[in-house]
């Protein structure tokens, strides 16, 4: 585009540190547990015994007696129901009349320590009245089942979606053959290692300070002031950086309207740590789902139509259930192109820790299903399974059939590149018996089309200050928590500015201080927040570009701001260092600031009700191949390596895309193999902790190779989408498919344990297949 | 819990080159007398129980788990945090490592795993990846699936004079 290459060491797209890379080694970052206010109290939470219970009485006297304990809060404290989806609103911060799970926050003390707060939240008397309950989804829709929430119209349903796309009885009747399976997902949780903490404090003006290490600053500023009955202008949310998160922190939760109250009440800072077992109850981790699909293909591995019907464990209230519910059946119809799509999804309550967004919201477990229903169907039809789904790839421009406009897709290349580096052509179905490689591939969203409430306004804006030192400052109100967002933004200034990273200071995560983003969720930050970014630099690039041309005769768009010179491109001797053509623009058009906004285009989905959900500017693409090996006499699992090939369009700073890539294939393959998230007859969780949840050490995790596809995407940043959930959901499927190619059985439940392998290997249809 | 059990118990150690003298109650854990008592927040609590390893710190050169090491065995012990890794202002390779790499997502579990590396390198200079992937089993990270992070280790080990003395 110009005479003056500029370096590529400086151009987007180059491999950089994270900018918080150096506190991170250092330990100077401030998570927000590492922060302590003067005179701050610690706060616990009493929680119910009981999976089901109503409230007879608290008495909190001998708590209050006890020596250090400043004060006692229960429901009727903040008897205002709130929830991330303004139609759901199911819950209390601290329950009022019924506890709805083991676990479930009743009360919360306020002490001068830790200690002096758990033992006062022991001493706090709740007198029960216990209530029958209901762990199973299917029990729960029952004539007769316990009903959880009294208010709500259709039982314990907390949504049921069923859409429907062209002819799907009519396409299966006429195809050449059809695959069904029932399929069941475990639920799992995120462990982010990080255990949630929040501070609050309060200001006898009048103003509240929520420090939370929350992944949506805004909504819980909102929920705030709807609780606690404050304006939003004397509300602030700060975010510290995130130690983890993986969607277990993307909704306001019980501890930080405890914080806030308890410090309304008491006029002292409070702090809440919750422990590692109450994380797992927190939870909000992925649903559980029973799922059976249809689908069928013509002889010549063209697929037909499918049929999809999934019932979805929601546990006790309904978190970001409606949403799940559509993601469930609306994420599967890409890459791969159907004729006709149907699918029937209800989400049911039980008195369970409520599910809600894993990383990769509700559509990785159909995804499970949709790819091994896949893998069945190539097997019938003797056609390699990354053939078969080569014969299916949508095209750039075409819309699945629940009408999604696909902008972008490098899924084909995907295909090639792990076929290619996992020798796929030498090893499927050639390996010797106990070993064997699979395939799966997905698609997922680069954020949501439209807000989690409706409104108007832009969805993410940055306003960037340009200093006449040289630095540029990028206040965005997106939620850094370790997915690289500060980086991202940092680099996209760097780029428009011409000026070096370490020059660009972000600062985030603070209502006070940052313009509105609405949080880190849906892989949404890299499209929304990034471009953001780039208006406002742009804008203020083309000024001082304008200034410098002015001074120097030239047109504006002779200068070229890079490298940290601004340089005339047809003179490429004529240049000046940034900091003074910053200060040059300064001294004729005054201080230099300019914002940005990015709100969505309406034109990618279908009208029909439910058609917005799953929508939205850009979809990545990813494909995996796994290749493990079987004990046979164990039935244990051996994830050797996975290959992870992603089109995440052009990848802003590829080691931070890789890092994504990894990191989700690592906690797809936890959940295909280790991890689960079950519970005793009573509602107790089976292992609330890290050791018995099972999370993979660095000798469990496979080897993880990235592949990186490139694609240039009309409405991302420079052409990037999303990296940070897409490549999770083919691990699952394609570790189930390689445990098939290495041993011929099918585990269709999660995880794959050995028992589960085992069993299958012994059972009539779990012969080994001969000659292998 | 009886007062008689909360009485004070003096300790003395040498926490990253500093001797620190403390009254402490007996069932303060090291990781609480560091991050709240001293202020040496860097070392990371995540499970409190020693299934996680983000409160790794070297005693007498050896990787602990701070949250369930007393306080009060720490007595008489050399004892270091992330925060005395790098030599002045000048970081340890294996800290450049993990930046260059991209060995650090959210950071939470960095300064456990730095430490834990750290005495690995101490003891096998040029480890092979499986030494690494065993030495650093103890210590969780759920952001980078360990990949990277193994390959700043390995980059780390290939860094002549480790830092350990000033050398060029």
């Known amino acids: 585009m110009t005479s003056v290459p500029p370096d590529p060491s400086w151009r987007i797209g180059r491999r950089a540190p994270n900018v918080h890379a150096y506190d991170a080694v250092t330990g100077r970052t401030r998570f927000t547990d590492d922060l302590s206010f003067p005179g701050m109290l610690h706060a616990r939470l ?22 250090g304990v400043h004060a006692v809060i229960t ?102 053959v059809v695959v069904e399976g029932e399929y069941f997902f475990g639920g799992s949780t995120h462990a982010a290692i990080e255990p949630h903490c929040a501070i609050g404090l309060w200001e006898p003006q009048g103003l509240l300070t929520v420090i939370s290490c929350t992944q949506v600053a805004h909504y819980l500023h909102r929920e705030l002031s709807r609780v606690l009955g404050l304006p939003h202008s004397r509300i602030r949310v700060i975010q510290p950086p995130i130690g983890g998160a993986f969607g277990g922190k993307s909704e306001p939760l019980d501890l930080e309207f405890c914080v806030a109250k308890l410090a309304m009440l008491t006029g002292r800072p409070v702090k809440l740590l919750y422990t590692r077992e109450e994380v797992f109850y927190a939870h909000r981790g992925r649903h559980p789902m029973q799922m059976r699909f249809r689908v069928g293909a013509t002889k010549d591995g063209r697929l037909t139509g499918c049929d999809a019907k999934t019932l979805i464990d929601g546990g006790a209230y309904a978190s970001f259930g409606l949403v799940t519910t559509y993601y469930s059946g609306q994420l599967v119809t890409a890459p791969l192109r159907l004729a006709a799509y149907r699918l029937d999804s209800t989400r049911v309550y039980t008195n369970k820790p409520a599910c ?24 019938q039809l003797r056609i390699d399974p990354i053939d078969l789904r080569r014969r299916n790839v949508l095209e750039a421009g075409e819309r699945t059939i629940n009408e999604f406009l696909i902008k972008s897709i490098g899924f084909r290349e995907c295909l090639d590149r792990v076929e290619a580096a996992s020798g796929w052509k030498e090893k499927f179905g050639k390996l010797p018996f106990g070993r064997g490689v699979g395939v799966a591939g997905s698609f997922y969203i680069s954020g949501t089309n439209y807000p989690i409430y409706p409104n108007p306004m832009p969805q993410s804006a940055v306003q960037i200050k340009v200093d006449r030192s040289g630095r540029v400052t990028v206040f965005s109100g997106a939620s850094e928590m370790g997915q690289g967002v500060d980086s991202m933004l940092a680099m996209v200034a760097c780029e428009e500015l011409g000026v070096e990273l370490e020059s660009v200071r972000v600062v985030s995560g603070d209502t006070d201080l940052t313009p509105v983003d609405l949080g880190g ?36 768009k002779q200068v070229v701001l890079a490298g940290g010179f601004a340089t005339d491109r047809e003179d490429t001797s004529r240049r000046l260092e940034i900091g003074e053509a910053f200060q040059l623009a300064e001294g004729k058009i005054g201080t230099l600031g300019a914002v940005g906004h990015y709100n969505t285009p309406k034109d990618v989905h279908g009208e029909y009700r439910g058609g917005t959900i799953g929508a939205s500017p850009a979809y990545s693409f990813t494909a995996h191949v796994a290749e493990v090996v079987v004990d046979p006499d164990t039935g244990m699992v051996n994830v050797e390596s996975i290959w992870v090939a992603h089109d995440a369009g052009k990848p802003l700073n590829p080691m931070i895309v890789e890092g994504q890539m990894e990191g989700s294939a690592y906690m797809g393959f936890a959940e295909a193999i280790l991890e689960e998230h079950i519970f005793h007859d009573d509602g107790l969780h089976r292992g609330p902790s890290l050791l018995e949840y099972r999370l993979p050490t660095s000798l469990d995790t496979p080897e993880l190779r990235s592949l990186l596809v490139h694609t240039a995407d009309p409405e991302g940043p420079y052409g990037a989408k999303e990296a940070g959930e897409g490549p999770l959901h083919p691990s699952i499927p394609a570790i189930a498919n390689a445990i098939h190619d290495a041993v011929g059985v099918r585990i269709d439940s999660l995880p794959f344990s050995a028992a589960k392998i085992l069993r299958a290997m012994r059972g009539p249809r779990g012969t080994a297949p001969p000659g292998r | ?124 200079p040029t480890p092979t990846r499986e030494e690494v992937k065993v030495a650093l089993s103890g210590n969780l990270c759920r952001c980078t699936g360990y990949t990277k992070i193994l390959d700043a280790v390995e980059a780390a080990a290939r860094v002549p004079c480790r830092g350990d003395s000033k050398a060029p």
């Open chain 1, 356 to 379: 809600g967004p894993k990383r990769g919201h509700g559509s990785v477990q159909p995804r499970f299903a949709f790819e091994v229903t896949v893998d069945r169907l190539a097997e």
């Open chain 1, 75 to 176: 429901g009727r404290d903040m008897p205002v129901r709130y929830g991330i989806i303004p139609w759901t609103q199911d819950e209390y911060p601290l329950a009022v009349d019924k506890a709805l799970f083991v676990g479930d926050p009743v009360a919360c003390v306020a002490a001068v320590d830790e200690a002096t707060a758990a033992r006062a939240a022991a001493l706090v008397r709740v007198t029960w009245e216990v209530l029958p309950h209901v762990l199973d989804p299917a029990d729960a829709l029952a004539p007769g089942a316990p009903q959880l929430h009294e208010e709500t119209k259709h039982g314990n349903v907390t949504k049921s979606v069923q859409l429907s796309f062209g002819d799907v009885d009519a396409a299966l009747a006429a195809s050449d």
């Open chain 2, 1 to 124: 819990m009886t007062e008689a059990v909360r009485a004070l118990v003096p300790i003395s150690l040498t926490v990253n080159g500093d001797r620190v003298r403390r009254a402490v109650e007996p069932q303060t854990t090291l990781v609480e007398l560091l991050r709240y008592q001293l202020g040496l927040t860097g070392t990371k609590q995540g499970c409190d129980k020693g299934d996680c390893g983000a409160c790794t710190v070297l005693a007498d050169g050896r990787p602990v788990l701070s949250c369930v090491m007393l306080a009060v065995d720490a007595d008489g012990l050399t004892i270091e945090t992330v925060e005395s890794l790098a030599h002045g202002p000048t970081l340890d390779p294996l800290q450049e490592a993990f930046v260059e790499h991209g060995a650090t997502q959210c950071g939470f579990c960095t300064p456990g795993m730095l430490m834990t590396a750290k005495a690995l390198l101490r003891d096998t």
């Open chain 1, 521 to 556: 969720y849906s892989s949404r930050t890299t499209m929304m927040a990034g471009n953001a970014c780039l208006y406002a630099a742009r804008d203020i690039a083309a000024r001082i570009r304008e200034i410098v041309a002015r001074e120097w005769g030239c047109p504006p």
């Open chain 1, 46 to 67: 009493v929680r119910s015994p009981h999976a089901h219970a109503r409230i007879v009485a608290i008495d909190a006297r001998e708590a209050l007696a006890l020596p």
